[in-house]
């Protein structure tokens, strides 16, 4: 009866043996096997996934524009900014021109001063300083690129006007004795060379007998015309 | 009396302790073996309940059995033919079998009580 039992127990451990193997193999190969509802989740993860980099791309694609826009308002700005820059720079050459503001430069003096009596000499005129020689001093330094120019101080402006008024001048209807003092500002080098050039402006004032004298200046201040 | 229940609790904890893996190819022919396990048990149940119970018979069918499901299935795999389905199909035939066998016998014994 024992006997039978042994026999019994091994039948029942080969079968419970088997069935636990058996049931654990197909557990362990089970992860490999997607059942359904997994291909659709997974189907579904990989339509988000799409979906997402559908997104992505779309705002990559935004951003890149966006970015473009960017990039030409900037250049546009920066082209704004030249033309503040310009606009402020004119601004500026326009109202030294106009001699609404405090000049202060390099530049050069011109002293223009009546001859010394001369006895030999009939006609006084022939040693006196004129208008015209002072006109062609301030002509010359103008088209020589002086920015401003004064005479004994005072500024002259795009419609300053000088007359011959006797023993003096007048400019802008304040008279002025000798010596005249004309200042400008420029580039001394260029104004110095315009005024010195060979037959030029010096040349015929010291042959009417005129006292020239040019220095040349690192610093000029000239004030604003008052009242204009 | 509980013996052969300590042996099948001591094979199942067994099976699942053991960590080797065989081949998934493997797989099939233990599956049939099982079922060939199961099929010879349920058959002895069948014939100790019906008095014609024979130990050597039983034990012997119980390991051949499983051998020879085991071996028509690789036969079937190495020929191409699927022959495991022929032992799930006998297998599975007589195991319903012996089972409705066994269902009748126990109402049968329980109605004349």
Redesign the interface.
């Known amino acids: 009866m024992k006997g039978k039992y042994v026999i019994l127990s091994l039948v029942g451990l080969v079968l419970g043996y088997m069935i636990a193997f058996s049931y654990q193999l197909t557990r362990e190969n089970e992860p490999d096997t997607i059942s359904n509802s997994q291909w659709e989740r997974d189907i579904e993860l990989r339509n988000e996934l799409i979906a997402q980099e559908e997104n992505n791309r779309e705002l990559q694609q935004e951003l890149a524009d966006k970015q473009e826009k960017l990039l030409e308002m900037e250049a546009e700005l920066s082209e704004q900014e030249q033309g503040f820059f310009n606009l402020a720079e004119d601004s500026e050459k326009y109202r030294i021109f106009l001699g609404k503001v405090k000049v202060k430069g390099k530049g050069v003096t011109v002293t223009l001063a009546d001859g010394q009596y001369d006895p030999k000499e009939e006609n006084i005129n022939n040693y006196l300083v004129h208008e015209h020689h002072v006109f062609n001093v301030i002509n010359e330094l103008y088209v020589s690129g002086a920015t401003a120019v004064a005479i004994n101080g005072q500024r002259l402006t795009h419609n300053s006007y000088i007359v011959c008024n006797g023993p003096v001048i007048e400019v802008d209807g304040n008279p002025h004795p000798a010596p005249f003092v004309i200042t400008a500002i420029g580039d001394p080098e260029v104004l110095s060379a315009a005024i010195n050039i060979t037959g030029g402006v010096k040349d015929m004032l010291v042959n009417e007998n005129i006292e020239f004298k040019l220095e040349e200046n690192q610093q000029i201040l000239l004030d604003p015309i008052l009242g204009s | ?1 509980w ?14 302790m ?1 960590n080797f ?2 081949p ?1 190819e493997y ?1 099939n022919y ?2 049939i ?2 079922l060939a ?2 099929d010879t ?1 349920f058959g002895g149940i069948r014939a100790h309940l019906q008095n014609i119970y024979d ?1 050597k018979v ?2 012997s069918g ?2 051949f059995n ?1 051998i020879l499901a085991a071996s028509l299935a690789f036969l079937g795999v190495h020929l191409g033919v699927d022959l495991y389905l022929a032992a799930v199909f006998a297998f599975g035939v007589r195991l319903f079998q012996n089972i409705a066998v066994i269902r009748r016998i126990l109402i049968a014994k329980n109605s004349t009580k």
Do not use: N
């Open positions: 009396m013996l052969p229940v300590l042996g099948l609790v001591i094979g199942i904890l067994l099976g699942l053991s893996s065989i998934d797989s233990l599956s073996a099982v396990a199961l048990l130990e039983f034990v119980f390991f499983i």
